[in-house]
């Protein structure tokens, strides 16, 4: 069964900081494309970061480029994000996914992936 379990997620005074993990089982994570997307109350999900399934290229959202980073465990067959910074206008939920793209040097978090997990929530607030 193809699994996406996201956690890491709390509450965090602004400034602070949270690293989320999303752990894969079912699959190898190695020949996808990992994702991170977030959807604040009343709003639409938007992409967040990505990184691509071969040489860990990267990309960001302008809202949190020099703050957040994308990395992957190919080993332990997880993802994370690690949130610095944090400002009150990133709480969200927070969701990871993955798309088959194998050996793949790109990633973009401008279409539909293919598996989700159930999401965990960041609140930033004092």
């Known amino acids: 069964q193809v699994q996406l379990v996201e956690s890491g997620g709390g509450l965090v005074q602004p400034g602070g900081s949270l690293r989320l993990s999303c752990a894969a089982s079912g699959f190898t994570l190695d020949d996808y494309a990992v994702g991170w997307f977030r959807q604040a109350p009343g709003k639409e999900r938007v992409g967040v970061s990505c990184?691509?399934?071969?040489?860990?290229?990267?990309y960001y959202a302008d809202s949190v480029k020099g703050r957040f980073t994308i990395s992957r465990d190919n080993a332990k067959n997880t993802a994370y994000l690690e949130m610095n910074s944090l400002k009150p206008e990133d709480t969200a939920v927070y969701y990871c996914?993955?798309?088959?793209?194998?050996?793949?040097?790109?990633?973009?978090?401008?279409?539909?992936?293919?598996?989700w997990g159930q999401g965990t929530l960041v609140t930033v607030s004092s």
């Open positions: 996914a993955a798309d088959p793209l194998p050996k793949s040097t790109w990633c973009s978090i401008y279409y539909e992936y293919d598996y």
């Open positions: 990184i691509s399934s071969s040489n860990g290229s990267t």
